[in-house]
């Protein structure tokens, strides 16, 4: 069993920084891809960014240039440092996992932090 523990959400006015942290602990292997997604109420959940083992990332086209997503592996934490911060970034935000335990990989989520960027 893995367990997903995330923190930094907050309320912050449009313009500003938050920093989540999301780190994993439990029994496995490895982790391979770690990543953030958001839902917003009445929206789908969406990415965000995820970044693999070896440092690849990945962005989604609204938050490029603003959000930037790194990892730890040492500590199996992934972070997602956001700046510039607009009101259509308000969501709950979710940390995934994807853990290897071969030959099986599994996929874990947390439970949600809320970011609220007031305008």
């Known amino acids: 069993q893995v367990q997903l523990v995330e923190s930094g959400g907050g309320l912050v006015q449009a313009g500003g920084s938050l920093r989540l942290s999301c780190a994993a602990s439990g029994s496995f292997f490895s982790i391979t891809a770690m990543g953030w997604y958001r839902q917003a109420p009445g929206k789908q959940r969406e990415l965000v960014a995820d970044?693999?083992?070896?440092?690849?990332?990945n962005y989604a086209d609204s938050v490029k240039g603003r959000f930037t997503i790194s990892r730890d592996n040492v500590k199996n934490t992934v972070y997602l440092q956001m700046n510039s911060l607009k009101p259509e970034d308000t969501a709950v935000y979710y940390c995934?996992?994807?853990?290897?335990?071969?030959?099986?990989?599994?996929?874990?989520w947390g439970q949600g932090t809320q970011v609220t960027v007031s305008s």
């Open positions: 970044i693999t083992s070896g440092g690849s990332t």
């Open positions: 995934k996992s994807v853990v290897r335990t071969p030959p099986y990989s599994y996929q874990y």
